[in-house]
C-alpha cells in the first residue's frame, strides 16, 4: 500500500473527523463529515493557480473533460505544498487503517488518486455508480459561500428511476465518503451552479488502475 509511516498534523486533524463521522445506511452506506482538513490546508487548496476549464462539455461525464483535470500528481506536490501535505494526510498508515475499520473498504494494494474540481454552471452528472477499480470514494468540498449551500452531491436510490434519495450539505471543509458498489448511485442534478463549485475528490484505486499518471 502506497502510506507513509508518520502522521502529519493534517493526518492528526483527518483521523479527528473520521472519528466523528456520521453513517447513513440509506439508500447505501455512507458518511458525511465535518472539519475535514485544517482550515489553512482548505484554503490553500481553494487558492491553487487553477482556473476553471473553458469550454468544458457538459453532458454528465468527468470524463468528458480528462485533458483538463488537475490531480495532486508528484509533479504538482513539488509544486505546491498544499498538495503535498493533503497527500500525505491521506496517505498516512493511520488514516489507511481507519477508513478501513469505518467504512470496511479493502486498501491492501490500493494507489492514492487525488482530483481538483472546480465546477461551473451548466456542469452536472448523471446517476451513476464508480468503476469497480474505484476501492474508496471521498468528496471534500471547498467553498463557503452561501449561493453555492445547493451544491452538494446527490444520493439516489438504485431504482430504474434512480430517485433522489438525499443531498451531501455543501459547506466549506464538510464531506462524503462511500465505498463504490452496484448500488452506489450518485451524481449532480441539472441545476443552476451561482460561482465556483471547487472540491477535492479522493480515491482509493486498484493496483491495475489504467491512468497511473494521475496517482498521488
Not at 498516512?92 to 492514492?112: K, M, P, Q
Not at 482509493?204 to 494521475?214: F, G, M, N, Y
Amino acid at each position: 500500500m502506497n502510506v507513509a509511516e508518520h502522521v502529519t498534523s493534517a493526518g492528526e486533524h483527518l483521523l479527528g473527523a473520521l472519528n466523528q463521522a456520521r453513517h447513513h445506511r440509506q439508500p447505501f452506506n455512507y458518511w458525511l463529515l465535518d472539519d475535514i482538513l485544517p482550515e489553512d490546508l482548505i484554503d490553500g487548496i481553494a487558492a491553487l493557480p487553477f482556473a476553471p476549464p473553458g469550454a468544458s462539455v457538459f453532458d454528465g461525464r468527468r470524463e468528458s473533460n480528462n485533458s483538463t483535470r488537475v490531480y495532486f500528481t508528484p509533479e504538482n506536490q513539488k509544486k505546491f505544498a498544499v498538495c503535498r501535505d493533503t497527500a500525505e494526510a491521506f496517505g498516512s498508515d493511520a488514516v489507511v487503517n481507519r477508513i478501513e475499520e469505518l467504512t470496511d473498504a479493502h486498501l491492501n494494494g490500493a494507489r492514492l488518486r487525488i482530483e481538483y474540481c472546480q465546477d461551473v454552471d451548466g456542469f452536472w452528472l448523471e446517476p451513476h455508480v464508480d468503476i469497480a477499480v474505484k476501492r474508496f470514494t471521498m468528496l471534500v468540498y471547498l467553498s463557503g459561500e452561501s449561493n453555492l449551500a445547493a451544491a452538494g452531491t446527490d444520493i439516489y436510490d438504485a431504482s430504474p428511476e434512480h430517485n433522489l434519495v438525499a443531498s451531501a450539505p455543501y459547506e466549506k471543509n464538510k464531506g462524503l465518503i462511500f465505498i463504490p458498489g452496484t448500488d452506489t448511485w450518485h451524481g449532480f442534478s441539472r441545476r443552476r451552479i451561482a460561482g465556483v463549485r471547487k472540491s477535492i475528490i479522493i480515491n482509493w484505486v486498484a493496483p491495475e488502475w489504467r491512468d497511473t499518471w494521475e496517482l498521488c
